[in-house]
Nanobody, 121 residues
Framework: QVQLVESGGGLVQVGGSLRLSCAASGRTFSSDGMGWFRQSPGKEREFVAAFSWSGGSTYYADSVKGRFTISRDNAKNTAYLQMNSLTPEDTAVYYC??????????????WGQGTQVTVSS
């Protein structure tokens, strides 16, 4: 059974940092694209960051560019999202996903259950 499990969410003050992890099991995702998405109450799910299946390209939403960094550790079958300079607008449930390409608008076949990030002012 393929699973993606996010962790690392929590409550943080404005300007703080968090690192989210996405541990994959059931298969190896080293050749897949990985992405992070988020959804706030009353809003649609939005793209946050991704890296392509080849690992050669990374993509970020304009709202997080320069503050968030996506990375992966293939040996651990785990992806990460380092989030710095957090603002209340970053409050959301964050989801990781895996797909064959790893572009912002490409297909993602596997999704985690999400982890809550709350930024207090």
């Amino acid at each position: 059974q393929v699973q993606l499990v996010e962790s690392g969410g929590g409550l943080v003050q404005v300007g703080g940092s968090l690192r989210l992890s996405c541990a994959a099991s059931g298969r190896t995702f080293s050749s897949d694209g990985m992405g992070w998405f988020r959804q706030s109450p009353g809003k649609e799910r939005e793209f946050v960051a991704a890296f392509s299946w080849s690992g050669g390209s990374t993509y970020y939403a304009d709202s997080v560019k320069g503050r968030f960094t996506i990375s992966r550790d293939n040996a651990k079958n785990t992806a990460y999202l380092q989030m710095n300079s957090l603002t209340p607008e970053d409050t959301a449930v964050y989801y990781c996903a895996a797909g064959p390409i790893g572009w912002p608008n490409s297909r993602y076949d596997y999704w985690g259950q999400g982890t809550q990030v709350t930024v207090s002012s």
